[in-house]
Structures are given as C-alpha cells and as structure tokens.
C-alpha cells in the first residue's frame, strides 16, 4: 500500500499497520527534531548526543527518523561527511519503556536505499529491516513506517540492513533503550554511548568504507579525545554506562579507580546472582554491555579503551619504526629535498605532541596525541574521557580539574612534595568538551 505525504502527517495514527511495513514516498520530508540537550526525560545521558523526542497518537509512542548525509566534527581539526540520522551521528538515542507500542517513521534523504534494523528487539518478522528479505527497501524520498509493542527491557541498537557495510562505515547506528516497566534497577546517573571506528585518510573529508581493519579513528559516539564530554557524577551515586559497540573492532573498556558490575548485555539485564566484577569489559562486535559501579572516591578517573592504539588519533601505519635510530647524519641531506624536515621517534614517540601545536600537519587531520591536563600533556586520543567525581555538587556541568588533597599526589623523589608544576599548554591543545 502507497500513501502520499498528507495521509501520513494527518491520517497515520489511526492506521493499524499489523505485521506489515507501510511505504508512503513522502518526498522532501523535513527532517525530525531533537530535543535539546543530551539528556533523555527518563535520565540517560547520551554523551556527546540527544535522545530523540515522540508524540502520543492514540496512545502510541510515535518517532521520526530521517535518513541523511551529515556534516560532523570528531574533535577540533577533523571534520567530514558523514552519514547519520536526523542530523547527527549516531543518531538520536530513543528512549521507551517495556510495554509501550511504538511507531517509527523513517524517511531516506539519501541519494541510495536504506532499511533500519533494531537490533536485539523482539519484533513481528516483517518489522525486522532486512532489506530484500523482510521489506522492499526505502528508496531516496520514501517514509516507510514501523510499529511494534516493546516485550522487553534492556539497552539495543538501530542501524541500516541495506549497503551494511558502507552505511554503518559512514556512521548510520543509534542506541535503542527500553526501561524496564516495574522500574526495577534504577541508578542515580545512567551514561550511554556508541563504540565505531573510521577510516580517514589525511587530507580527506569522507570516511572510507572500503576499510576492513586499519583504522584510523576510534570514536566514542563518534567523538574523539579530547573532544569527548566527561560523566561527572557525585561522590556515592550509582553509576551505570551502557555501551554499544557496531565497529568492526571489539573493544576491552577499562575503568580506573573502580571496578565495574556487568548487570546487563544485548540479551537483556542479567540476573544479580549472575553478574560479576571487572574493571575491564570486553564489548564485542555487534553487542552491548552494562555496567555498574557506586563512585565511592572522589577524582579524575580515566575510561578507556585498552587497546593502546585505539586511544590514539590519525596513526600512519605504514611509518618506519625509528626507536633507537640516531638520524643526526641524516637530517642535512633529507631537509635539503623537505625544508623544514625534524627527525622525531629515537627515543619514543611522546614528543609527537609537543611538536604537533607548531608543526603543520596534513589538511583535516588532528593529531595523533593530543589533551593537555593539569600536569602537562596527556598523549591521548581515539576512545578515551574522564568520569569526574566530586563530593557535593549540585550541578553535572563540567567541574573543571580536579584538586588534589594534601598528601595524596605521587610526587618527584628528592623534590619539593608540597609544590606541584605543570607542563607549558601546546598551542590548540587543551581538552575541550564542546
């Protein structure tokens, strides 16, 4: 069945759609709103993100969804053009609750087809987006309509099933979150976010979908350090961080500080005599993970990836290993064909940093370590924030460094252990959360 487009804006709520996929080829659809902020009305914060905002019709829950090509920043000094959903990647966090019956209309700005998948949802076989093989594609200026009742709790994921490789490559995924009805399992701060990776050679703007392995950056919903916004929680709240992960990479998060209660996966909530403690869960590709902890001790802690190279920006994979390599007699003869050329690497690579705020770099390319803390420069990137905890605040903004009490900074041995120095700041290198 086809409708046009007034048929779908005015008449769609009192249409059952069963089973079936409705198509309406809703051409130059607007595309759907996102509520300011990042924080959903059931508490999630998506960092970095928006949760995506639905009216009641009827006494169904309805969301809209659009399909497009994006402008997106991973941090300062990259930028490209992406693909998302209504106007950002990931796309909006949808937020419902165990029982509700939804509606999601998804339009294509696209110039190809798409479908959407919800991934880990128990759904009707014909509402599942398999393009070709539960649906007719959504073809370029098409709405089609989804609708389902919600027969579960837990933390999922949307993302196309139509050019999977290069849609999800371009940054096509959003979280999918379902409370559970009886409100069971409530925390005092609920973070969630999307682990991708990306291939953007330097000098480009457009990510690289032909890319298997090599990547180049590693995203935290598509947001590198330093540009990643911290989880600032009170000292003594229950913390709970949902991750999702649609690399192609599986990623072992790693928490300092404290240690983390795996409470939940793509399969749902797990039973508490069930759960079990670390401080580093492995997110598989193609799967979730909840975590808990109480933020009992107050600081700047670190969240991380452990992969060591996921933690770093723009790498050059093919450059020559020069660790231990004297290039003095070199140097003459390589900056006569390269003005300006600086050997770098004969002791470690940390110095990358410091020369990054005054050497130019390729066109759009951040550098490969960046982040300046109050001690000097953190030689960070990719998949790394902070969860900043702070004894009585009243406000989740970020709370700026945290201040040491006396006697509890590892200090220089034969030093002054009272006087505490920073390093010189880099220009464009300070740790920016906007």
């Known amino acids: 069945m086809i409708w046009n487009r007034r048929t779908v804006l005015s008449s769609l709520a009192g249409v059952g759609v069963g089973a079936g996929i409705q198509s309406a080829r809703a051409q130059g659809a607007a595309p759907a709103s996102v509520s300011p902020g990042n924080r959903g009305s059931s508490g999630v914060t998506t960092l970095n993100g928006a949760t995506l905002p639905y009216t009641i019709k009827d006494g169904v829950k309805e969301f809209r969804l659009v399909a497009q090509e994006i402008e997106h920043e991973f941090a300062p000094g990259t930028r490209v053009k992406a693909w998302g959903y209504n106007g950002r990647t990931p796309g909006p966090t ?16 696209l110039k190809e087809h798409t479908t959407i998948h919800w991934h880990g949802i128990f759904l009707p076989n014909g509402m599942d987006g398999v393009g070709g093989l539960t649906q007719p594609h959504i073809n370029p200026g098409e709405t089609y309509v989804y609708e389902f ?17 290069v849609q999800m490559a371009m940054g096509m995924m959003g979280l999918f979150i379902i409370h ?32 298997m392995t090599e ?49 939940g996966t793509d399969g749902g909530p797990i039973q508490e005599s069930a759960q079990w403690s670390e401080v580093t869960t492995l997110i598989p590709v193609g799967a979730t993970r909840d975590v808990e902890f109480v933020a009992d001790a107050p600081g700047d802690w670190a969240f991380h990836c452990h992969k060591s190279h996921h933690t770093m920006n723009a790498m050059g994979h093919d450059v020559p290993n020069t660790i231990g390599v004297n290039q003095s007699d070199l140097v003459p ?20 940093q410091m020369h990054a705020g005054h050497m130019e770099g390729p066109e759009n390319t951040m550098p490969m370590m960046t982040g300046i803390g109050p001690f000097g420069p953190l030689e960070m990137g990719g998949m790394f924030t902070l969860i900043k905890v702070r004894d009585g605040i009243e406000s989740y903004q970020d709370p700026g460094a945290y201040k040491h009490p006396s006697g509890t900074l590892a200090y220089r041995l034969g030093g002054d252990r009272r006087v505490v120095t920073s390093a010189p700041m880099s220009p464009g290198m300070k740790m920016d959360h906007h």
């Open 333 to 352: 003869k390589i900056a006569g064909l390269l003005p300006g050329y600086m050997p770098m690497g004969e002791a470690g690579m940390a110095e990358h």
């Open 215 to 263: 990547f180049d950056l590693w995203t935290i919903n598509s947001k590198v350090f330093p540009a990643i916004e911290p989880m600032v929680v009170r000292t003594g709240q229950r913390v709970r961080i949902r991750m999702a992960n649609l690399s192609m990479h599986e990623h072992p998060m790693h928490i300092h500080g404290f240690r983390m209660r795996v409470t």
């Open 94 to 109: 949808i937020e419902v609750v165990e029982g509700d019956r939804i509606r999601v209309l998804v339009t294509n700005q």
């Open 180 to 211: 559970p009805r009886d409100g069971a399992r409530a925390v005092d701060r609920d973070f969630a976010f999307m682990l991708h990776n990306w291939a953007v050679h330097p000098g480009t703007y457009r990510p690289d979908p032909a890319v």
């Open 149 to 165: 009742t919600l027969r579960q709790s837990g933390t999922y994921m949307y993302h196309p099933h139509a050019d999977e490789m």
